[in-house]
């Protein structure tokens, strides 16, 4: 059985910082490429920062510069570093694993960036 469990979330002042993490069970996570996926209310879900197996990462235009996606896959984990967060990145945060067969999600953690 496949599981994704997120942490981190949580209330920040703009300009703050969080990490998210994202722990992975039931595949062979180093062959997997990884995302994170954010929904804020009333729009869809798009698509945050990606990295693959060999360590490529892509970004939405909206954070590059500002996130970090790495993993680790001695611990079969994901990780989004947010730095100069900004209202507009209030939504909730999800990860992603795509395989051959399936796309799993997790459940999803609350990001809110306010004063």
């Known amino acids: 059985q496949v599981q994704l469990v997120e942490s981190g979330g949580g209330l920040v002042q703009p300009g703050g910082s969080l990490r998210l993490s994202c722990a992975v069970s039931?595949?062979?996570?180093?062959?997997?490429?990884v995302a994170w996926y954010r929904q804020a209310p009333g729009k869809e879900r798009e698509l945050v920062a990606a990295?693959?197996?060999?360590?490529?990462?892509n970004y939405a235009d909206s954070v590059k510069g500002r996130f970090t996606i790495s993993r680790d896959n001695a611990k079969n984990t994901v990780y989004l570093q947010m730095s100069s967060l900004k209202p507009e990145d209030t939504a909730v945060y999800y990860c992603?694993?795509?395989?051959?067969?399936?796309?799993?999600w997790g459940q999803g953690t609350q990001v809110t960036v306010s004063s």
């Open positions: 990295i693959t197996s060999g360590y490529s990462t």
């Open positions: 992603n694993v795509k395989t051959a067969t399936w796309s799993y």
């Open positions: 039931g595949i062979i996570f180093r062959l997997h490429t």
